[in-house]
């Protein structure tokens, strides 16, 4: 068998075992990136309820009485799990899948509520390597894969568009785009 035959034949067959993980590491990948830049986080959904305000109190009179009153008021109740005071001005009401921040000089009142971002969650779970164990290993495979693809794919096309003309520019300026960032943000 020629080695032009080998070569596609590796590159389809790679190609299809881990388009999957193609794709969770690229959407994924895409989320974690906006993740960073706009404080946004991709596994979870927050909303923001402003309930009505409670009675300004100082840091000294908030009790569990205090607490439960404004449970009852936003109707959380059965989800309380404990308060604590982020600073002298404000108290903050940890809830299942969520909390309540006052400020006790204003009396503002707001009910944060969160919940899993579908499919986003399940693809970072997995890219963050959370899983560990056997996770790992294959990971890797597909990384390893990763680079023979790319390799593969330089030599899958002949010609003035194959790696001796046009795929010659491409892959010079592919390689080029890092390094020009890493110059710009790491180096100077």
């Not at 080695?3 to 299809?16: A, F, P, Q, S, V």
């Not at 009179?61 to 600073?87: C, H, S």
């Not at 919940?115 to 495979?141: C, G, I, S």
């Amino acid at each position: 068998m020629k080695w032009r035959k080998w070569n596609r034949w590796i590159h389809r067959e790679l190609g299809y075992l881990f388009f999957g993980m193609a794709i969770v590491y690229a959407v994924s990948g895409i989320a974690l990136n906006h993740h960073i830049a706009r404080h946004w986080n991709p596994s979870l959904v927050e909303r923001v309820e402003q309930v009505p305000n409670v009675s300004p109190v100082p840091r000294g009179e908030v009790t569990k009485e205090y607490v439960m009153q404004i449970l009852e008021a936003t109707g959380e109740m059965d989800n309380y799990k404990q308060y604590y005071f982020p600073n002298d001005l404000s108290v903050m009401i940890y809830l299942d899948k969520g909390h309540i921040s006052v400020n006790l000089e204003t009396g503002e009142t707001n009910l944060v509520k969160i919940r899993n971002r579908k499919v986003f969650r399940e693809m970072n779970f997995l890219h963050y390597n959370k899983p560990k164990q056997l996770w790992t290993y294959f990971a890797d495979l597909f990384g390893l894969s990763m680079v023979i693809l790319a390799i593969t794919g330089l030599f899958m096309v002949r010609g003035k568009k194959g790696i001796r003309g046009q795929g010659a520019v491409l892959l010079a300026i592919g390689i080029l785009v890092p390094l020009v960032f890493l110059l710009i943000y790491l180096w100077s």
